[in-house]
């Protein structure tokens, strides 16, 4: 979808659903070049490459040339193909993971998402309700920050 049709692709994977850890050996060969070695069998590959070629040659690619029209189409996944890794950094896993699969880190954004603790939840309203000046009465400002 993402290399043929040219289509935004999300593909999200959580560190639930590493049955093994040879999955994170495709994802970070994915992260570092944009495609897995020998992920399709001869015939997928074949339909790939005959879908590939007309998009390569309105492109300006030598549709002749198998290497560039494959080089086309792993260009157009990593531009289109999209992934999100969720991981918990809580334990030796996550730590362990980044070691053997450098692309996590390498060729990833890395965002932490952590619960805010209540307390700077409550001074973050805080400090905003207090610069609103009209049309909110002094007495709600409390209220609505603990909302």
Do not use: Y
């Not at 007309?54 to 999209?82: C, M, S, T, Y």
């Not at 603790?117 to 000046?133: G, I």
């Amino acid at each position: 979808m993402a290399g043929v049709d040219g289509d935004d692709t999300v593909f999200l994977f959580t560190d639930t659903q590493i049955v093994v850890e040879e999955f994170l050996e495709d994802i970070n060969n994915i992260l570092n070049s944009g495609e897995v070695p020998n992920l399709f069998e001869k015939d997928e590959l074949e339909q790939i490459m005959g879908a590939t070629r007309p998009l390569a040659k309105n492109a300006g690619v030598n549709e002749g040339d198998r290497d560039a029209v494959w080089q086309f189409f792993i260009n157009r996944v990593r531009e289109k193909l999209h992934i999100v890794l969720c991981m918990s950094p809580v334990g030796s896993s996550f730590r362990n993971r980044c070691r053997m699969f450098p692309s996590l880190v390498n060729c990833c954004t890395i965002d932490w998402f952590v619960q805010w603790p209540r307390d700077a939840l409550l001074s973050v309203s805080r400090s905003f309700f207090s610069t609103v000046e009209e049309g909110l009465p002094d007495e709600l400002k409390e209220p609505l920050a603990r909302v």
